[in-house]
């Protein structure tokens, strides 16, 4: 079945457009917050990703958050640097380094996590709960389409 047409799509109506810009006001507003723990976004976004997924790799990072493998490892390096994350070779291949986030770093990643908890409370408390959950198991739903679909499209 045919959602869009030529005549009908504009970036209003575009949902790629829209979890974008979505993203971006979103990203920005929250930017200053991780500042204030000396993180960027995409720092937070890692740091997070290793706190919820321990034996994430700096690859499995890259990959999840559409960061570029070589600027993923030197973030990872900052974090480590830091203190908030450790580095663990897997024994089977040594080629393979495990992250997982330290105590120091549980505690940045949880401070920020409540800031951006209240924040995302704060945007929607005007919405009905009810159309905040089906937005995210639509916006799950997407993701799954999308991680499932083979190669680019036609």
């Known amino acids: 079945m045919v959602r ?6 504009s970036p ?3 949902i790629g457009y829209l979890v ?8 920005s507003a929250l930017e200053p917050m991780f500042a204030s723990e000396g993180l960027t ?6 740091l997070v990703l290793i706190w919820f997924k321990p034996g994430a790799t ?3 990072l890259a990959r999840e958050l559409g960061h ?3 600027a993923m490892t030197r973030l990872v390096d900052q974090l480590a640097e830091r203190g908030w994350i450790t580095r663990e070779r897997v024994p089977e291949d040594r080629r393979c380094i495990n992250l997982s986030v330290t105590e120091t770093g549980a505690a940045v990643a949880l401070r920020c ?14 919405w ?7 937005l995210i198991v639509l916006l799950q739903k997407l993701r799954a389409t999308l991680t499932d679909a083979e190669g680019p499209c036609a």
């Open 58 to 60: 700096a690859a499995d």
């Open 128 to 134: 009905p709960e009810a159309e905040v959950e089906t």
């Open 68 to 70: 570029d493998k070589g």
């Open 12 to 14: 209003d109506r575009s």
């Open 113 to 126: 996590k409540h800031r951006v908890v209240a924040c995302w409370n704060d945007w929607l408390s005007d």
């Open 20 to 27: 974008r810009r979505a993203h971006l006001l979103g990203s």
């Open 41 to 46: 976004g995409m720092q937070w976004s890692a």
């Open 4 to 9: 869009y047409s030529d005549t009908g799509y």
